[in-house]
Each structure stands twice: as C-alpha cells, then as structure tokens.
C-alpha cells in the first residue's frame, strides 16, 4: 500500500509559477511511475504529466508541454510538478497518483492521494 501526500496548492496570478509536491510512503518508491492529475471544477479528471520510476522518462499533456515540468526525488519519496506560466483554466484540484510498475503511462494508476487546490486568478 502506497499513501501520498499533496502539498503547494495555492492562488496564483495568471503568467506565474507555482510548484506541488507529493510525498509517497513506502520503501521501494523507484519501483512506481507517478502521476499528476487534475479535476477542474464540473469537469472530468484528466492527466497532467508523469514520470517514470528512474526519473529518466517524463511525458505531458499537449496542453501543459513546455509549461509544466515534472521531477522526482527518490531519496526523499516525493514527486514535484513545476507549473510555469499558469492560466485560468489551469484552476483544478491536482491529484498526485503512483502506479504498480516502474514505467509511466497516461492511465492505469493504483494509488491516489486527497488532492490539493490550485486556484489561477485572471
């Protein structure tokens, strides 16, 4: 069993920065592929980023490539997306996720965390 912990959530300005972070429980953290999601208010879920459990493969959404920049620390169990250049519809709920193998993917995700709010003012 795997527990995640969003932390960084926050009001930001449109054009600004702002960086989550989610810590993983476990001792075998490399052996998971995270991701990052996002719940925009009445919408659905839908993927961010991820990255592989080496931290060597990383893949985007088309709607946050060279915007958004995903990275993880094994040492430490924690995963970070950096978001660049934020804009209104990047208002949501990020959900950090870990999935049963080492190699990243868009879907097919095991563990979940409780999600931290992002608010992006115009």
């Known amino acids: 069993q795997v527990q995640l912990v969003e932390s960084g959530g926050g009001l930001v300005q449109a054009g600004g920065s702002l960086r989550v972070s989610c810590a993983a429980s476990?001792?075998?953290?490399?052996?998971?592929?995270m991701g990052w999601f996002r719940q925009a208010p009445g919408k659905d879920r839908e993927f961010v980023a991820a990255?592989?459990?080496?931290?060597?493969?990383?893949t985007y959404a088309a709607s946050v490539k060279g915007r958004f920049a995903m990275s993880r620390d094994n040492a430490k169990n924690t995963v970070y997306l950096q978001m660049s250049s934020l804009k209104p519809e990047g208002t949501a709920v990020y959900y950090c996720?870990?999935?049963?193998?080492?190699?990243?993917?868009?879907?097919?995700?095991?563990?979940w965390g409780q999600g931290t709010l992002v608010t992006v003012s115009d």
């Open positions: 996720a870990a999935k049963r193998s080492p190699i990243a993917s868009i879907d097919q995700y095991d563990y």
């Open positions: 476990g001792r075998t953290f490399s052996a998971y592929a």
């Open positions: 990255i592989s459990g080496s931290g060597l493969s990383e």
